[in-house]
Structures are given as structure tokens and as C-alpha cells.
């Protein structure tokens, strides 16, 4: 038996690697994410869903969500029991299962790992979650949570900063702020108010959705405390300012202005 096929018949999973393993080891993950998931199980709002294995190497099975229309916030949640061994990552993806190079978001730890979008695309949503290394990850746990309206504390006001906030690492943390027509332009800043860190996350900011790593209309990085993006001539509608970097920050703000 082909040995792509023989890693098909293994309980859910169907398909390979991750991008933290070697290059091998990736090849045959990418050959393997055009190979359908062997089970498919529907998330309901706000129900976890227990008693998830992920095998190194392989998929579990795809989980979706249907989010309505009129969604603020969508949040996947993956934990995993105390005593329970291995460790996963999460992908999660719009319109069509994630697989391991496209995603629209994939923590980078490993477990209490959190995906947030904010005004999420009305459709259904996919993850799926691989083994990362070491043993077989159980003892996994995974919640899709949505709520309908905007949440009243992601929306900035102008020229106003947010409330510092901790800022976990490898998640997205988001806010929007509604900019009228005939702006000649807005600027989003980033900076740290705790004492000792001179590094916030870095900032990204895109017009009409929240922005991934790779989809965004202005990226900024910078070491002396200050993170700023500048959008001239900006649509009028919805921006978003996000924070996104591997480590954890304390004391991080985000403010939009605009004239």
C-alpha cells in the first residue's frame, strides 16, 4: 500500500506536516493537502467539542462554523486537559479547509491558542488541526463562539487610545475605526506604555476586513516604540488596526486619527 494512502486509513487524518518540521517532512504535508479530509464535524455557536487526537504528521477531521450575517466578533478557542500529551496547531480558514501554506490564521503556540476576527465574512468557516511533534496531541478541546453586533470594545474613537492591554503573542488583536468621506488621511500609531519594553507587536492596518500577514494595506515594524502607518486619501468606511507578533507584550495601545 502507497504510503500516502496508508496515512489516510489513520483516524481522521488524511494529510502531512506543518510548517515548523523539516523541509522533507513539509513536502509530503503539501502533498497530502490536496487529499480531502477523511471526516467532516459541525461546530455549534459556543459548544466545545472534547476528545480531539491530532496525529504528528496528519489532520484531524475539518470543523465548520456557519456564521450569520451581522457577526462583530468570531473567536476559535483550542485548549487542551492538563494530563493529556502531544501538542497541535490550529488553522483556521474562510470558505475552504486550510491547508498547510494558506490559512487566514494558525497561532503560533501550541495549546490555549485563540483565533479572533473581527466582522467576520458571513459563511462557513473551516479548522482544522494538525500534530505538531513529540507524541500524538490528545486531550484537545475546540469552541467557535460568535456574537451578533459590534463589539463596543473594539471600536476605536478618533484621536482617543484603547486602554493598554496584554498583548498574548501570535494572535491577532484588533479594532476598527469608521472614517468619513473627504478624509485627507489617517494615521494609526502603536506604542507600549509599560515601563521596560521598548518593542510593541507589529502593527497592520487594512480597509474593509482585518488583515493577515500577508493581505494588509500598511505593515509596520519598529524598535524605538513607536509603531506608525499613514494612509493617505483613505476610503471612507471601516479600518482595521491590528497587533500581530511572536511574543507577548504588556501595556500596548493603538490609536486612530484622523483630521
Given at each position: 500500500?502507497p ?11 488524511v ?6 518540521l ?15 479530509t477523511?471526516?467532516?464535524?459541525p461546530?455549534?455557536n459556543?459548544?466545545?467539542v ?6 504528528l504528521?496528519?489532520?484531524s477531521?475539518t470543523?465548520?462554523?456557519e ?5 462583530g466578533?468570531?473567536?476559535f ?6 494530563d ?5 496547531y ?23 491558542v485563540n ?22 496531541a ?10 451578533l453586533?459590534i ?13 493598554p ?28 506604555t ?11 492596518v487594512r480597509y ?10 500598511c ?8 509603531a ?9 468606511g ?7 507578533g ?14
Amino acid at each position: 500500500m502507497p504510503a500516502l494512502l496508508a496515512l489516510s486509513l489513520v483516524a481522521c487524518g488524511v494529510e502531512g506536516s506543518n510548517t515548523e518540521l523539516t523541509e522533507s517532512t513539509h513536502a509530503q504535508g503539501v502533498q497530502a493537502d490536496a487529499v480531502k479530509t477523511a471526516c467532516s464535524t459541525p461546530l455549534s455557536n459556543g459548544v466545545t467539542v472534547t476528545g480531539i487526537s491530532a496525529e504528528l504528521d496528519a489532520w484531524s477531521c475539518t470543523y465548520t462554523l456557519e456564521v450569520p450575517e451581522g457577526t462583530g466578533r468570531l473567536s476559535f478557542d483550542m485548549n487542551q486537559l492538563p494530563d493529556a500529551k502531544g501538542a497541535a496547531y490550529m488553522y483556521v480558514r474562510f470558505g475552504s479547509e486550510p491547508t498547510f501554506d494558506t490559512y487566514d490564521c494558525r497561532p503560533g503556540n501550541l495549546v490555549g491558542v485563540n483565533c479572533t476576527f473581527l466582522r467576520p465574512r458571513a459563511g462557513t468557516w473551516y479548522v482544522k488541526i494538525s500534530g505538531a511533534f513529540g507524541p500524538s496531541a490528545s486531550g484537545l478541546e475546540l469552541t467557535g463562539t460568535y456574537t451578533l453586533g459590534i463589539p463596543s470594545d473594539s471600536v476605536l474613537t478618533n484621536g482617543v487610545e484603547t486602554a493598554p492591554y496584554l498583548y498574548k503573542g501570535s494572535q491577532w488583536k484588533c479594532f476598527t475605526l469608521d472614517v468619513p468621506s473627504g478624509t485627507s488621511s489617517v494615521v494609526f500609531t502603536e506604542r507600549l506604555t509599560k515601563t521596560g519594553w521598548n518593542i510593541p507587536p507589529d502593527l497592520y492596518v487594512r480597509y474593509g476586513e482585518q488583515p493577515t500577514k500577508t493581505a494588509y494595506d500598511c505593515s509596520t515594524y519598529t524598535n524605538n516604540g513607536l509603531a506608525t502607518c499613514t494612509i493617505d486619501n483613505p476610503a471612507a468606511g471601516t479600518w482595521f488596526a491590528c497587533s500581530y507578533g511572536d511574543y507577548p507584550r504588556e501595556g500596548v495601545v493603538i490609536k486612530g486619527t484622523y483630521p
